[in-house]
């Protein structure tokens, strides 16, 4: 079935690096791709999406473009402040029997220090 | 304000004993799901419903039961013959045919 696999946390950077947490995926069809984020004990938040290949998504100065040659789906930002201190997550659409569903990558705890 | 709400935010379960979780959504979407968040590990689907009177088993349903009455509301029971119930719990809903999930707050069950 399908995939997420993310990149293995935690990560810890300072404030104003930069920052890449990447995602492949494996999918049997042409998937859109997501990033949410988590807040310390709270939902999930959308971040950004792309439907399909070459497609940007972008938000808060973060983005990520679907390489459909690559699998791969990574999330950047030019320069992290403390604020950015959460989970992400990594997720694919999977259309199964007329329901969209989706799939998650075990997430990863971004920790930016001041 | 249209959202999604959970209730409560913390539930304790004692041996033995049903529990069930809340989930209210005002913002007109036909699909709801429940996902299951154990530590360090990602979402895991447990069931989901597209329309109202309908609801489909997910990946772990095993010990948990849903029901789909009304189209904004989609509650959890996790059932005593859940052996190990301790996770947080978040519900979702999109739009019939939409990717886009947007969750509730989560609650976070705990095993007295």
């Known amino acids: 079935g399908d995939s997420v696999t993310q990149m293995e946390g935690p990560v810890t950077l300072s404030e104003e690096a930069f920052l890449t947490i990447n995602c492949t995926y494996t999918a049997t069809g042409y998937p859109s791709l997501f990033w949410y984020v988590q807040y310390p004990g709270e939902g999930l938040q959308l971040l950004l999406k792309a439907t399909k290949a070459d497609d940007k998504g972008s938000n808060k100065g973060f983005e990520a473009t679907y390489r459909k040659e690559t699998t791969s789906f990574h999330l950047e930002k030019g320069s992290v402040q403390v604020s950015d201190s959460a989970v992400y997550f990594c997720?694919?659409?999977?259309?199964?029997?007329?329901?969209?569903?989706?799939?998650f990558g075990q997430g990863t705890r971004l920790t930016i220090n001041p | 304000d249209g959202g999604i709400t959970q209730s409560p935010k913390y539930l304790f379960r004692k041996e033995g004993q049903n529990v069930t979780l809340s989930c209210e959504q005002n913002l007109n979407h036909d699909a709801m799901y429940w996902y299951r968040q154990d530590p360090g590990q990602g979402l895991r689907l447990i069931y989901y419903?597209?329309?109202?009177?309908?609801?489909q088993k997910g990946d772990i349903a095993e010990g948990y039961s849903v029901s789909r009455e009304k189209k904004e509301s989609f509650p959890l029971t996790v059932t005593s013959a859940q052996k190990n119930p301790t996770a947080f719990y978040l519900c979702a809903s999109s739009l019939s045919g939409g990717e886009t999930q947007y969750f509730g707050p989560g609650t976070r069950l705990l095993v007295l």
């Open positions: 997720a694919l659409s999977d259309q199964t029997q007329g329901a969209q569903k989706l799939v």
């Open positions: 419903s597209q329309i109202v009177n309908d609801f």
